[in-house]
């Protein structure tokens, strides 16, 4: 949870672009800037939030804090089409219409339900088929294309994956070639494996992509995730992409803080706006039963 906080206040300032300077963001830290948190982390919290209060998924629940959260600080950075559906919700639409009714009635394919997918997986650990379901639940709310519920499930996938024992990538990778159904994922999975064999950042984000679309930036966190040395490297490496910089860094970052723990962020980074709110939030729905 730490480490969607961290990865989304780090790449939120330099979101969209696709060159980033490459003294960021250790010369922004010198200038004492202050990293507030997009809507990554704003939604994240929500998700967390409505999971630990309804003991489960409730849609309804999801859906209302979500608007409100949107209608409190709508500077955050929300899509203009995922407004879209919060603002429905707000004036009383039920919100799996609100949610279908997107983009002429296919729903969103963004990477909006991945982003914010991470607290699923602490709360239905260890068991993988729940983390499934609710992933594509959680997703649904705003993000009914199936390429958007499937980006929520990959992420949330690794993430399971990532709290067990001697993370191994190939394990995580066979599991998703059994599970993935969409063509447009399918085909970027195929290229994962090569990317990291290769190395090559510049070819992974030519490749995986770095957009806004979950089929353009799911696979390209993981990959900044696996290839990486630590928490640090992870982070870096997802704002270098460019792009969609805060959500790949958020979901990179949240993958390397479930494998690296809490110290392996830089102090510095610890100071980025709802760090610790997701600390707590983490513990409560990790530790929400006897594990």
Known sequence: MAGIAVGDALGFPVEGM??????????????????????????????????????GFDGSDMARRFSEVWAREPHR??????????????????????????????????????????????????????????????????????????????????????LGDGFEPGRLLEDLDQRIETDRFRVKLETVELCLERGDDQQARQHLGNSVAADGSVLTALYCFSIAADFDDTVRRAIRIGGDTDTIAAMAGALAG?????SAIPPDWRQVEGFDRMVELGDALYQRVDR
């Open 18 to 55: 696709e060159t980033v300077p490459g003294g960021y963001p250790d010369d922004a830290f010198r200038r004492l800037e202050k990293f507030d948190y997009s809507d990554d982390t704003a939604l994240s919290i929500a998700l967390a939030e409505s999971l630990l209060a309804c003991d």
């Open 77 to 162: 950075g929300y899509g203009a089409n995922v407004v879209k559906v919060f603002r429905s919700v707000g004036e009383g639409v039920d919100w799996k219409e609100a949610a279908e009714s997107q983009f002429g009635g296919s729903g969103s394919f963004g990477n909006g339900g991945a982003m914010r997918v991470v607290p699923v997986a602490l709360w239905a650990y260890p068991d993988l088929e729940e983390t499934v379901r609710l992933a594509t639940a959680t997703a649904s709310v705003t993000h009914a294309h199936p390429v958007g519920m499937e980006g929520a499930v990959i992420q949330a996938i690794a993430a399971h994956h990532v």
């Open 258 to 262: 479930a494998r690296y723990g809490l």
